[in-house]
């Protein structure tokens, strides 16, 4: 219980941390909480995260975009819209976009 309870408060801290540290520039780092079979809680930080989504969710209606298809800033408002239509969350996008600025053609 000490354990679960302590595990949370991490979670929480890091949370709570990457939603201040994060305003401006948004983060590919995620933070995923996950069961295993022991009932205790695994914490996942993975960088791939917003690759993983945008192959996962960005291809579904029209092929996948390359990310240096556009730059940063055009990226920006396209997400917009297409957040929406991809269903993504908050950290799901953020994470995306990460992705995307990681990887975008360098701006004019
Ligand atoms: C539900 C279907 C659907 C999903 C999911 C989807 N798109 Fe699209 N996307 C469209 C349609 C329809 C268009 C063209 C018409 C429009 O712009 O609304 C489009 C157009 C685009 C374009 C062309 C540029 C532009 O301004 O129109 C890009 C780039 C793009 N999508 C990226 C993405 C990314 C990134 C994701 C994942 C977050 C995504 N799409 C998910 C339906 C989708």
């Known amino acids: ?31 995923e ?8 809680y695994t914490v996942v930080l993975s960088s791939r995260y917003g690759k993983e989504t945008y192959e996962a969710k960005c291809g579904n209606c029209h092929n996948l975009n390359k990310p240096s298809n556009y730059t940063f800033t055009e990226w ?4 917009d819209r297409m957040a929406k239509k991809a269903d ?4 799901q996008k953020q994470n995306v976009l ?6 975008a053609k360098a701006e004019k």
């Not at 302590?6 to 890091?14: A, H, K, Q």
């Not at 909480?33 to 205790?40: F, H, L, T």
């Not at 993504?88 to 950290?91: E, I, K």
């Not at 990460?98 to 990887?103: M, Q, R, S």
């Open 1 to 31: 219980m000490i354990k679960l309870i302590s595990v949370l408060i991490f979670i929480f801290s890091v949370l709570i941390f990457g939603a201040c540290s994060r305003k401006i520039t948004p983060t590919k780092t995620t933070v």
């Open 33 to 40: 909480a996950k069961e295993n079979s022991d009932k205790n």
């Open 76 to 79: 920006n408002p396209i997400m």
């Open 88 to 91: 993504l969350d908050y950290l």
């Open 98 to 103: 990460g992705y995307l600025k990681d990887n």
